[in-house]
């Protein structure tokens, strides 16, 4: 089925920041019932709702890059602790 653009009903901030946590505990109980073989990954997203998709993607990239930076320094959950890694 094609879905034109128009048709899209868009990701809010919350849907995109519920599909991250899902994703993240989902990773969490992998690794749990694989702790030889942890698996790890940064997430960022944004939504286009108030926005531009190419600003959208920006925001996305930053927010994946800080995600990655918490994970690196250390924190539990890898989710940035100030920075909203879904709005």
């Known amino acids: 089925m094609n879905v034109s653009a128009s048709h899209h009903t868009p990701t809010d901030a919350m849907t995109a920041a519920q599909t991250l ?4 505990s ?7 019932q694989n ?4 698996v790890q990954c940064s997430l960022g ?10 600003e959208a993607l920006v ?6 890059y800080a995600n990655k930076a918490q994970r690196m320094a250390g924190h539990p959950s890898g989710c940035p602790v100030e920075t909203p890694y879904a709005a």
């Open 45 to 54: 997203a944004s939504t286009a709702v108030q926005s531009k998709p190419a």
């Open 35 to 38: 702790p030889d073989r942890i």
């Open 26 to 32: 989902r990773l969490a109980d992998v690794n749990r």
């Open 59 to 64: 925001i996305a990239d930053q927010r994946m």
């Open 21 to 24: 946590a899902r994703i993240e």
